[in-house]
């Protein structure tokens, strides 16, 4: 069957570290791979995109690596802050899909601790 | 100015009756989308509009009927509601269905079925 999975445990770091959260997916041949960040009560917000053919995407201290391999994407946020806080949520487009239709990991939950 | 919003924020309501939720987006895009984020935080995809055009419609009940009188809105309206129709209802918008594009969602509605 096909799944979409993120470490449902909540991920707790001390300030300043790096975060790493992964996210692993099955039977899945994903074009592209986004990450949204959600905080609690409040809609997901797109954080980057990274597609098949690119191995690492960077956006100031955030970088996603997308290994097609392994099926498997690393999200990474260094020096991290308490305002990094939230959960984070990875999401595949199918390569065979022309709908724009995205699937969901259940997220992981990051809490920074000062 | 409220990118993509939805009223309202809060719904509670008993078995039975029918409601809607009404979505809003001023970006300019042309798709539309409506989630359903269940109590174990899945963010699952319901369907979708493109220029008034539905492209997706998941395995949805058909108690749940989308309509959208133009471009910028996405309403929701749900007959008979059920015990587990309660979730957090999500709209979101992108510039167009193809792979590329980020997602931009709204608040969300806590629908609460007693």
């Known amino acids: 069957s096909q799944k979409i999975e993120q470490n449902s445990e909540a991920l707790n770091i001390q300030e300043g570290k790096t975060a790493t959260l992964t996210c692993n997916y099955t039977n899945y041949s994903p074009a592209y791979l986004q990450w949204y960040r959600q905080d609690p009560g409040r809609g997901p917000v797109f954080l980057l995109l990274i597609r098949e053919n690119e191995k690492e995407k960077r956006k100031e201290r955030l970088k996603v690596t997308f290994d097609t391999t392994l099926k498997q994407s690393l999200f990474h946020i260094t020096a991290s802050q308490p305002a990094d806080s939230a959960t984070y949520l990875c999401a595949l487009i199918h390569g065979s899909s022309n709908t724009g239709k995205l699937i969901f990991g259940q997220g992981t939950t990051l809490q920074v601790k000062p | 100015d409220t990118a993509v919003s939805q009223t309202p924020k809060y719904l509670v309501t008993q078995m039975g009756n029918d409601k809607s939720i009404k979505c809003e987006q001023n970006l300019g895009h042309d798709t539309m989308y409506w989630y359903k984020q269940d109590s174990k935080k899945f963010l699952k995809i319901m369907f979708s509009?493109?220029?008034?055009?539905?492209?997706i419609n998941e395995t949805v009940p058909n108690r749940f009927s989308p309509k959208s009188p133009d471009k910028a809105h996405l309403n929701l309206h749900i007959n008979s509601l059920e015990l587990g129709d309660s979730a957090v209802y999500f709209c979101?918008?992108?510039?167009?269905?193809?792979?590329?594009?980020?997602?931009?969602f709204g608040p969300g509605t806590r629908l609460t079925v007693t």
């Open positions: 509009y493109n220029n008034k055009e539905l492209i």
């Open positions: 979101a918008s992108s510039p167009w269905f193809g792979k590329i594009y980020e997602q931009y």
